[in-house]
């Protein structure tokens, strides 16, 4: 597609409840970034993959958290055991290493929110 | 590792005025620079990047920034706003080569008529 997709748009979990939140990347981006963002500060890093080698997961804050990519294209990131903490809005980017085009382009999110 | 300071939270600023957004940052390499912006309830637009060359780089809607290794600085300006132009701006850092980045923690853009 023109852009990353990101689903679904808003997820209300209850407290304890394992979540799933997908990432369509740009087409032909190999690298592919998970961010957290609270409410009112800047995105952090979670994970990052490079096609489906997961080269970085330094960022995710606890063994609840766990990514994938095992097709290299669509990614997910799973959250189990739900804690209010988690709560905040998740951000995937997708990037190309092309110097023309370098950058990285952000989906929407997915607003997750733990009751 | 890198780290990035946006100097104000907010910034008022009247409609046709200038405006500029402070960010500095703080790294042991050489770094690729950017600026996004993020409206409400969406994901962050790409607003220009600084990866080599000319110092003063140009984006979109009107907005640009200069690089400035010796203060190492990257503030954004735009020399006309507009109410359209109200949302949250982050600065971010990556070392060169693609890594992750480093955001700051935003500055709000108000624009009031």
């Known amino acids: 597609g023109a852009g990353v997709s990101q689903s679904p748009r808003y997820k209300v979990a209850k407290r304890g409840q394992d979540v799933a939140l997908r990432c369509d990347p740009i087409?032909?981006?190999?690298?592919l970034f998970w961010y957290q963002q609270a409410l009112g500060q800047g995105p952090e890093f979670l994970t990052y993959?490079?096609?489906?080698?997961?080269?970085?997961k330094s960022g995710l804050p606890s063994d609840r958290f766990f990514a994938e990519r095992p097709e290299g294209s669509v990614s997910t990131l799973k959250i189990q055991r739900t804690q209010q903490e988690d709560s905040a809005v998740y951000l995937c980017?997708?990037?190309?290493?092309?110097?023309?085009?370098?950058?990285?382009?952000f989906g929407s999110g997915t607003r997750l929110t733990v009751v | 590792a890198q780290s990035v300071t946006q100097l104000d939270s907010q910034v008022p600023v009247f409609e046709e005025a200038p405006v500029e957004l402070r960010c500095n940052y703080s790294?042991?390499?050489?770094?690729?620079l950017f600026w996004y912006v993020q409206y409400p309830n969406q994901g962050l637009q790409l607003l220009l990047k600084?990866?080599?060359?000319?110092?003063l780089v140009k984006g979109i809607n009107g907005f640009e920034a200069e690089f400035n290794k010796s203060q190492t600085s990257f503030h954004l300006r735009k020399p006309s706003v507009h109410i359209s132009d109200t949302a949250e701006y982050f600065c971010?850092?990556?070392?060169?080569?693609?890594?992750?980045?480093?955001f700051g923690t935003g500055t709000r853009l108000l624009v009031s008529p």
């Open positions: 980017a997708s990037g190309s290493m092309k110097r023309e085009y370098y950058g990285y382009t």
């Open positions: 087409s032909g981006h190999v690298s």
């Open positions: 993959f490079q096609n489906e080698a997961q080269l970085d």
């Open positions: 790294s042991s390499v050489s770094v690729y």
């Open positions: 600084y990866l080599s060359g000319s110092t």
């Open positions: 971010a850092v990556t070392p060169t080569g693609f890594q992750k980045l480093v």
